[in-house]
């Protein structure tokens, strides 16, 4: 069962789980390249990933993440970062399992934000090897974080706040509607005191 991840694209990835597996694997093999002939096998190892939040279109890691993945997946990861060269902000990576594609998502204060903002992204192409730079800082409807610990390993620092926080909202209904997330945990008027443990965590 897929979780969500981003309020904004609930109804893309709700279709998009529908399309049939055999369907899916044909798209794939048409839009990856000669250059990635095992496209396919990191796209499994993806979906076999026991890190990481997966949708039906990628898989979303934590960097401290990247370490403990197949090392299939490292050295596809380790290409596009010398491709893309300025990544050290980055604080997700996102696994296209459709197209050969990684980004870098940057989400500043993801420990202590508990449902942090995208400010930034890094798109890395890797037929093409063209890389697209994206800045979400002034964008009044920014993709939101929540459920951070589907991100990270059970041995992360934070990961017991990071799921007692979503147990909280889960019991309140805070994460009922995927596609008024976003504005139910920005502007909900007990947000501050749910967030209140993650207040000075760095």
């Known amino acids: 069962m897929y979780h969500e991840c981003y309020c904004d694209w609930i109804a893309i990835y709700v279709t998009a789980e529908f399309v049939h597996e055999s369907d899916r694997q044909s798209n794939i093999m048409e839009l990856a ?3 990635y002939p095992d496209f396919l096998v990191l796209t499994k190892l993806c979906r076999r990933s026991k890190v990481g939040k997966l949708l039906p279109d990628a898989l979303y890691v934590h960097v401290s993440v990247l370490p403990t993945l197949d090392p299939l997946l490292q050295d596809y990861e380790n290409e596009a970062r010398q491709i893309a060269i300025s990544i050290e902000s980055a604080t997700l990576v996102k696994f296209n399992t459709e197209k050969p594609s990684i980004s870098y998502l940057v989400y500043p204060d993801f420990n202590s934000d508990p449902h942090p903002a995208l400010q930034a992204s890094i798109q890395v192409d890797l037929r093409s090897g063209e890389v ?4 979400y800082s002034n964008t009044t409807n920014s ?3 929540h459920r951070k610990e589907n991100f990270v390993t059970t041995d992360y620092p934070h990961y017991q706040q990071f799921a007692a926080l979503t147990r909280q909202e889960e019991a309140l209904g805070l994460l009922d509607n995927p596609r ?6 920005l502007g909900n008027n007990g947000y501050q005191s749910i967030a209140s443990p993650f207040k000075g965590i760095r």
């Open 33 to 35: 390249p000669n250059l």
């Open 132 to 135: 697209n730079h994206r800045n």
């Open 143 to 145: 993709f939101i974080l």
């Open 180 to 185: 008024s997330i976003a504005l139910v945990l």
